[in-house]
């Protein structure tokens, strides 16, 4: 049972990236899943989370209109499109099913 990122990296001011997650060893589409990222030195954060059909997804008003959530239930991957980036989306970001939680891929956003 595990979740694994990858997809970061270090990139410009303005600049995007898409993380993915792929999800194996449970029923990937009967979990809810969610990202959230972690800035050095401060508490976890929830950015975003998807439903189990994808019919609804939800954003932290930090990311909202600049991220957007996706999923597909046939691959068993979530993928977090990130654009416009800006320095404060700087952190390690984290996959997250009910109870599991990924390693994390580094997103460092510098000019």
């Known amino acids: 049972v595990q979740l694994v990122e990858s997809g970061g990296g270090v990139v410009q001011p303005g600049g995007s990236l898409r993380l993915s997650c792929v999800a194996s060893?449970?029923?990937?589409?009967?979990?809810?899943m969610s990202w959230v990222r972690q800035a050095p030195g401060m508490a976890p954060e929830w950015v975003s989370g998807?439903?189990?059909?994808?019919?609804?997804?939800y954003y932290a008003d930090s990311v909202k209109g600049r991220f957007t959530i996706s999923r597909d239930n046939a691959k068993n991957i979530v993928y977090l499109q990130m654009n416009s980036l800006k320095p404060e989306d700087t952190g390690v970001y984290y996959c997250?099913?009910?109870?599991?939680w990924g390693q994390g891929t580094q997103v460092n956003v510098s000019s």
């Open positions: 997250k099913a009910d109870g599991l």
């Open positions: 998807i439903n189990r059909r994808s019919t609804s997804s």
């Open positions: 060893g449970f029923i990937f589409s009967d979990e809810r």
